[in-house]
């Protein structure tokens, strides 16, 4: 099995920034693909953005431009730089992991904030 710690949430103004980091651990073998999705109550869970072994991303449009998604792939972690925040961004941020063989996985979740 996969384990996801995310770290990094929180309470911010509008126009700030914050970073969130998800560290892998467990039976990892190969990642395909590691990503950030979000939900806010009511609503299904959406795809922030995503990084693929090969290094290629994919960003939601509403976060193009602000948002980046990095990886360090020693330590099996993925960071998701968020600039430029709005409050249509605070929402449930969930970090989620695709492997070759242990299948998918996601985080726990982290909380962001964004204050008009």
């Known amino acids: 099995q996969v384990q996801l710690v995310e770290s990094g949430g929180g309470l911010v103004q509008a126009g700030g920034s914050l970073r969130l980091s998800c560290a892998a651990s467990?039976?990892?073998?190969?990642?395909?693909?590691m990503g950030w999705y979000r939900q806010t109550p009511g609503k299904e869970r959406e795809l922030v953005a995503i990084i693929i072994s090969d290094g290629s991303t994919n960003y939601a449009e509403s976060v193009k431009g602000r948002f980046t998604i990095s990886r360090n792939n020693a330590k099996n972690t993925v960071y998701l730089q968020m600039n430029s925040l709005k409050p249509e961004d605070t929402a449930v941020y969930y970090c989620?992991?695709?492997?070759?063989?242990?299948?998918?996985?996601w985080g726990q979740g982290t909380q962001v904030t964004v204050s008009s």
């Open positions: 467990g039976s990892i073998f190969r990642i395909n693909a």
């Open positions: 989620n992991f695709r492997g070759s063989l242990s299948g998918m996985a």
